[in-house]
């Protein structure tokens, strides 16, 4: 009797001592291992990372599964990114920049152009209306540069057509607008402007030079009988230089 139980408590001591080199700390999961994480290589003979069973692997009701399990889990799992994977990952986030920045840089460039276009149009046809735009300041920029350009281009087309009024005046010509001048309101006006202004400028001459007559035949001046007070004017004016003229 004492000599079973001295080979009892021997078998029972080999159990606990064979145990103990696997019951390092750490749950296990559903499969009855877990990845080791603390003291794996000093303590335990493991490397970090290392998925492993606490019972060797072996079960009692499903041999072929946890053998399964077993030679699974002989592969090393670390955690963690690779050297290459973090190269990659940073390769492919400059690349997404680089185009967000091209993009970015091609809408800017449109809304300028953009800008550019309306602002013309709109000093051309003598408004201002700058519009909404998500990049602003680059809409303004072009649109400041296209109405500057279109304000020139309005002016030198304004006076193209005052002087054609004037000569058609002058050549007695009617005051109809040509078609080319009709396009625009501006130009237009511009044109009957030039055409009137070769009427006044004839009947100034004229009442100047009435004027400028009678002054050598009159001592004083007298208001002539005009019903228009440009004719008047212009009456007074030619008499002063001639007295002026008179008296040098």
């Given at each position: 009797?004492?000599?079973?139980?001295i080979l009892l408590s021997t078998a029972l001591i080999m159990v606990l001592s064979a145990s103990s080199v696997y019951a390092h700390p750490g749950r296990t999961d559903s499969n009855g291992g877990h990845t080791c994480r603390t003291n794996c290589t000093e303590r335990w003979g493991l490397e970090y990372g290392e998925y492993h069973y606490h019972n060797g692997g072996s079960s009692s009701s499903n041999s072929s599964s946890t053998s399964k399990s077993s030679n699974s889990s002989s592969s090393v799992k670390k955690s963690g990114?690779?050297?290459?994977?973090?190269?990659?990952q940073k390769a492919k986030k400059a690349q997404q920049e680089k185009e967000a920045a091209v993009k970015k840089a091609k809408q800017i460039k449109q809304a300028e152009k953009d800008g550019y276009a309306d602002g013309l149009?709109?000093?051309?046809?003598?408004i201002s209306n700058i519009g909404i735009s998500k990049y602003q300041g680059a809409y303004n920029k072009g649109y400041k540069e296209g109405f500057a350009k279109g304000k020139l281009k309005l002016t030198n087309e304004k006076n193209k057509a005052y002087r054609a009024g004037y000569s058609a005046a002058q050549n007695g010509k009617s005051s109809v607008v040509p078609s080319i001048y009709?396009?625009?309101k501006a130009l237009s006006d511009s044109y009957l402007q030039g055409f009137e202004r070769f009427v006044i400028?004839?009947?100034?001459?004229?009442?100047?030079q009435m004027g400028y007559n009678d002054s050598f035949n009159m001592e004083k001046y007298i208001k002539p009988d005009f019903d228009?007070?440009?004719?008047?004017?212009w009456y007074k004016e030619g008499f002063d230089a001639g007295k002026k003229k008179q008296a040098a």
């Open positions: 009797m004492k000599k079973s139980r990114q690779s050297a290459k994977e973090i190269a990659t149009k709109d000093g051309y046809n003598g009709q396009t625009n400028d004839v009947e100034k001459q004229k009442y100047y228009n007070a440009n004719h008047i004017r």
